[in-house]
């Protein structure tokens, strides 16, 4: 099982991951994840994308034919898409109120596994070091703070510990994202110059 340490750790890798990505994007991507899934839903689906089709081609060709001179063609066509743009629309209705409620049920189960677990823990481990510190290397205010609010006096908190590793994964990822664009910049700075 992994430690305090790595546990905390990789819970903030996950929300710096959220928030990074974006929690909409996140969520789109589930969404068409779970359409393609084999459930009944699946297949309104693909009615629906059927109907979208249809209905722009069925209005493609009312717009390339006269109502004046083809109005017979014309309102066939009309009728046609009429018809077709109830169904889409019911069915997206159909769609719409199971994609609110998946969407709720995404954003229950993404804040209880990374905001929630990491809340949970803080309360759970509040009293327990998360590691100990060696002895007479830090003066008594230095201890004191770091064993802030309730862990024992000369070992690091869940709260000290959950700062330490939010601000270092920030750094970190800001750093990976500066050399990496550096690194780009010189490749096509490189580029350049060899056309």
Same mark, same amino acid.
């Given at each position: 099982m992994l430690s305090l340490i790595w546990t905390i750790f990789f819970v903030h890798v996950?929300?710096?991951?959220?928030?990074?990505?974006?929690? @909409?994007?996140?969520? @789109?991507?589930?969404?068409?994840?779970?359409?393609?899934?084999?459930?009944?839903? @699946?297949? #309104?689906?693909? #009615?629906?994308n059927r109907l979208k089709r %249809?209905?722009?081609?069925?209005?493609?060709?009312?717009?390339?034919? @006269?109502?004046?001179? %083809? &109005?017979?063609?014309?309102?066939?066509?009309?009728?046609?898409?009429?018809?077709?743009?109830? %169904?889409? %629309?019911?069915?997206?209705?159909?769609?719409?109120?199971?994609?609110?409620? &998946?969407?709720?049920?995404?954003k229950i189960a993404r804040w209880l596994s990374t905001n929630g677990l990491k809340i949970f823990l803080q309360f759970w481990y509040s009293k327990t070091p998360v590691f100990a510190l060696p002895e007479a290397w830090f003066p008594y205010y230095v201890q004191w703070v770091l064993s802030f609010p309730r862990a024992p006096l000369g070992s690091v908190s869940v709260h000290v510990w959950n700062s330490v590793c939010a601000t270092t994964i920030s750094v970190l990822a800001e750093i990976i994202t500066a050399r990496f664009l550096q690194a780009n910049k010189a490749s096509v700075a490189t580029a350049q110059k060899t056309e």
């Open positions: 996950a929300i710096y991951v959220v928030n990074t990505i974006g929690a @909409s994007t996140i969520d @789109s991507l589930l969404w068409i994840l779970y359409i393609k899934l084999p459930t009944p839903l @699946s297949k #309104d689906a693909q #009615d629906q %249809e209905v722009v081609q069925l209005k493609r060709d009312m717009n390339n034919t @006269s109502s004046q001179d %083809e &109005f017979a063609k014309w309102a066939k066509l009309r009728r046609r898409h009429d018809k077709a743009m109830d %169904e889409y %629309e019911q069915l997206n209705k159909k769609i719409m109120s199971h994609k609110t409620s &998946f969407d709720w049920s995404v």
